[in-house]
């Protein structure tokens, strides 16, 4: 088993869906840092059977909206002298603004630069679906 | 309560309550439209038509002048500064210094949404795309209750372009607030209601909605008929268009199964959805209905400004 040390401060994104742990560390621009950064993919889970884990040797702002998105469910934990000093779990955001456009291509957001849709979450035939504020057109999030 | 300085940019802006508003003092319009003559007097419109509409257009226009205010706007983007690239932010928060209230017409959905952000003065959504047409929505609404002396517990058939037909979105939105309403779906398979819109309501409203492609089965059930024309500029192609443009036509010989106090209600133009003969049928009420639209509109602009439409003309 593959061992990896523990991070004095910083934090680590634990619980990612395995496959999900790429994504949300190209999505951080994680490989732009200069700091320590450890992705480990596939770990053994009890509780996912496999999962991804990113530890990351710095404090560094993480839009937990975003992270939501892209995988519901994961944990942020917020590392300082080695301990946990706060524990943080991401679900599907109701509100969303300018992580992703509207799929409408007549929707006047993907037109003028001020229009910045709000989405609200819409649940729709089993789906997960977000409404525009302009157009109300339901988009789907695909990372 | 009170309208005065809001927006009108999908008809559920207004409570009911607020819809009721609108349509009591549209009722004295129409009783009495001479009274309110000069209630707008050194008030001015300003009409942004980003793409062209006749209809609406002078609607509204005639609305603000036969209460006494004028008019000033665009009807084609082309001669506008829009032309140059100026975004809707910026055009809008210069027009709406140049006027008291704005009504805009634009073909992206969304866009008068956009202006009401950035406006000074209230805007008026008069058609945005496929998605919504509130002022017709009202006027819908304002000929319903006029004939029906109420918009509850009514049957709705909608009959032709439901999918693209945004006076269709725009009524069945506004008429699932009110208690007992029923909608019946005519339309071919082709252009059926956008299932986010029937999803939509069923989960707000809990309405069920029967669909059908066959205009004479469903006529006899409802209360009111509202039919639309196929539009030609919807389609991305000819062949689709002549295969679809006759798939419904009201005639005369139709209408026989309908119940006597149905009404026949269409947004116009149309163009041969409804056959010459049913004119003169008194079920047929669309004239009425766009001479409504002028009412509806004054009450509108009245309420959103907040003149005094108790300063009657003697």
Do not use: W
């Not at chain 1, 560390?25 to 994680?30: G, Q, R, S």
């Not at chain 2, 008809?11 to 009911?16: A, G, K, R």
């Not at chain 2, 210069?94 to 017409?105: G, K, T």
């Amino acid at each position: 088993m593959l061992k990896v040390n523990s991070i004095d401060c910083g934090i680590v994104i634990d619980h990612i869906t395995a496959g999900n742990g790429i994504k949300i560390f190209e999505k951080l621009k994680l490989g732009e840092v200069n700091f320590p950064v450890v992705l480990l993919i596939n770990v053994p889970s009890s509780k996912l059977g496999r999962k991804d884990i990113i530890k990351i040797e710095n404090k560094i702002d993480v839009d937990l909206t975003m992270l939501g998105l892209i995988d519901p469910g994961l944990t942020v934990n917020i590392i300082e002298n080695g301990a946990i000093v706060n524990k943080m779990s991401t679900h599907i955001p109701n509100d969303v603004q300018g992580l992703f456009k509207c799929k409408n291509p007549r929707c006047i957001s993907n037109f003028d630069e001020y229009a910045t849709p709000k989405f609200k979450l819409a649940h729709s035939n089993g789906k997960i679906h977000y409404r525009c504020s302009y157009c109300e057109e339901l988009t789907t999030y695909n990372i | 309560m009170s309208l005065k300085g809001r927006h009108l940019i999908d008809p559920n802006d207004f409570s009911i309550q607020e819809l009721g508003e609108v349509f009591y003092l549209a009722d004295r319009m129409v009783e009495d439209r001479d009274a309110f003559s000069s209630i707008c007097k050194g008030k001015i419109l300003g009409t942004l038509f980003y793409e062209p509409s006749t209809r609406t257009r002078l609607s509204f226009e005639s609305a603000m002048l036969r209460m006494g205010g004028t008019v000033l706007g665009f009807s084609d983007a082309a001669t506008s500064s829009v032309s140059k690239g100026e975004s809707i932010a910026d055009t809008i928060r210069v027009l709406s210094s140049y006027a008291d209230i704005l009504v805009m017409r634009h073909p992206k959905e969304g866009a008068p949404k956009l202006a009401s952000e950035y406006a000074l003065s209230p805007v008026i959504n008069g058609g945005d795309g496929g998605h919504q047409h509130p002022t017709q929505t009202l006027t819908d609404l304002l000929t319903i209750r006029q004939y029906k002396g109420t918009l509850e517990n009514q049957t709705i058939a909608f009959c032709g372009d439901l999918k693209f037909g945004r006076t269709v979105h725009s009524l069945i939105s506004a008429m699932s607030r009110y208690k007992g309403s029923r909608f019946v779906l005519i339309s071919p398979h082709e252009l059926k209601l956008p299932e986010h819109l029937k999803s939509s309501i069923a989960e707000k409203y809990g309405i069920d909605m029967l669909e059908t492609e066959n205009l004479e089965e469903a006529i006899g059930q409802v209360d009111v008929l509202y039919m639309t024309r196929i539009q030609k500029e919807r389609f991305f192609n000819e062949a689709d268009y002549m295969r679809l443009k006759d798939s419904y036509i009201l005639n005369r010989s139709k209408l026989k199964n309908a119940k006597e106090d149905m009404l026949v209600m269409h947004p116009l133009p149309r163009v041969n959805e409804i056959s010459y003969d049913v004119d003169d049928d008194k079920r047929a009420v669309y004239f009425k209905q766009a001479e409504y639209g002028i009412y509806v509109r004054m009450a509108l602009m009245a309420l959103l400004m907040g003149v005094d439409a108790n300063a009657q003309s003697k």
